[in-house]
């Protein structure tokens, strides 16, 4: 990871403060990181698109598919699981 190259932090009285701002900058940048792997990519807990309107019965891999033309409402992105929990089945322009 390129934050670990802190090639110009200066060595002198200030360098306990500055690791400890560095410090706490990568937990930052580390927490974000896991929460994107927690809830943007993983694979194990895919993402779909479901369109909220009465009548929408599917879920869909993409935003921009076909199936969504004639949604009226806003999309919602949520858990494959989730998705047929609510008893939504795979659109039929993806499989
Ligand atoms: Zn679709």
Redesign the pocket.
């Known amino acids: 990871m390129a934050y670990y190259k802190y090639s110009n932090i200066p060595v002198g009285d200030n360098q306990a403060h500055l690791t400890v701002a560095g410090s706490s900058i990568m937990h930052l940048v580390l927490l974000l990181f896991t929460l994107l792997l927690a809830f943007g990519c993983s694979s194990d807990d895919q993402r779909v698109y479901i369109c909220k309107g009465p009548h929408s019965l599917?879920y869909?891999h993409?935003a921009h598919?076909r199936?969504?033309k004639h949604c009226s409402t806003e999309l919602t992105k949520l858990s494959i699981e989730d998705a047929k929990r609510m008893g939504r089945n795979l659109?039929g322009?993806?499989d």
């Open positions: 599917r869909h993409s598919c199936g969504l659109c322009y993806e």
